[in-house]
């Protein structure tokens, strides 16, 4: 089928131009393929329906009027996924892998607890993170000691990791520390022990390391060159060992670090 060209005079015609939520879907993918493929992979990890249902979620808090995409919409949304791509950009390796998956990305809080519903303490995920743009958010099920009954309950709790051209960021309520790579953060917070999908936290990322190693490609295959000096800072070698660096908290513990994550969403 052809593709009808659309002609945009002025600033009234482009907020009145609107596409169907399949096409910006179809749009949305393909964007994600093309910054975030590595190496010469041919086939590149698609959004699951539960992705597409945050994204849509994430272009209107009401259902989209005959599922029209408007300008408005895409405004709005761009707030948020400008610096959400960067991050993926980033991560091109952790979010290409499945099976299990490194990255959930695309989901929200309730979603990620109800994945974690009836898991094992230390079960996690990483994903995206809904209030701060370009931020991380981890997921994962923590014990808590009933004061009436004397139990202990598995709850899930939430950080935020802050993305920049320095590194990973880990936040806690008591404080912060730093790393060169993601696979160092998750390594060295103990709170984290296996992944949603399965597999051992040490496997799977090592995974990455490992494919680092071999192919020598951090990042997306196609956009060091093209999205400046932060991205591509961030697409650091995995395989360098970082052992964090110490933060602005100098009274904080590793017990403080590992037992008291700020919450977020």
């Given at each position: 089928m ?13 907020r ?30 698609k959004?699951?329906?539960i ?17 029209m ?11 948020w996924?400008?610096?959400?791509l ?25 979603e ?38 004397n139990k ?6 939430h ?48 995974r ?5 190693a ?52």
């Amino acid at each position: 089928m052809a593709k009808k060209h659309v002609s945009l005079k002025s600033l009234d015609d482009l907020r009145d131009f609107r596409v169907s939520w399949e096409i910006f879907e179809e749009a949305l993918q393909r964007c994600i393929d093309h910054w975030t493929k590595v190496g010469s992979k041919s086939s590149c990890r698609k959004l699951r329906p539960i992705e597409r249902k945050f994204v849509k979620a994430r272009l209107s808090s009401e259902e989209l009027r005959n599922d029209m995409v408007t300008f408005d919409h895409f405004n709005e949304f761009c707030k948020w996924w400008s610096p959400s791509l960067k991050t993926l950009i980033t991560l091109s390796s952790e979010w290409q892998c499945e099976q299990p998956l490194l990255l959930h990305g695309f989901v929200g809080r309730s979603e990620s607890e109800k994945t974690l519903k009836a898991q094992s303490v230390g079960t996690f995920l990483i994903r995206l993170s809904e209030s701060k743009p370009g931020w991380l958010a981890i997921t994962f099920n923590d014990s808590k000691k009933s004061t009436k009954h004397n139990k202990i309950k598995i709850k899930p709790d939430h950080c935020l990791v802050n993305v920049d051209d320095k590194g990973f960021t880990l936040f806690f309520a008591k404080g912060r520390r730093s790393y060169e790579t993601l696979s160092d953060l998750v390594f060295d917070c103990r709170k984290l022990v296996k992944l949603a999908e399965g597999g051992d936290k040490r496997a799977e990322f090592g995974r990455v390391i490992s494919n680092y190693a071999t192919s020598g490609n951090a990042g997306g295959g196609s956009n060091e060159s093209s999205n400046g000096g932060g991205a591509k800072r961030l697409a650091v070698p995995h395989g360098r060992s970082s052992r964090g660096r110490r933060d602005e908290s100098k009274s904080e513990t590793k017990n403080e670090r590992d037992d008291n994550p700020q919450s977020t969403s």
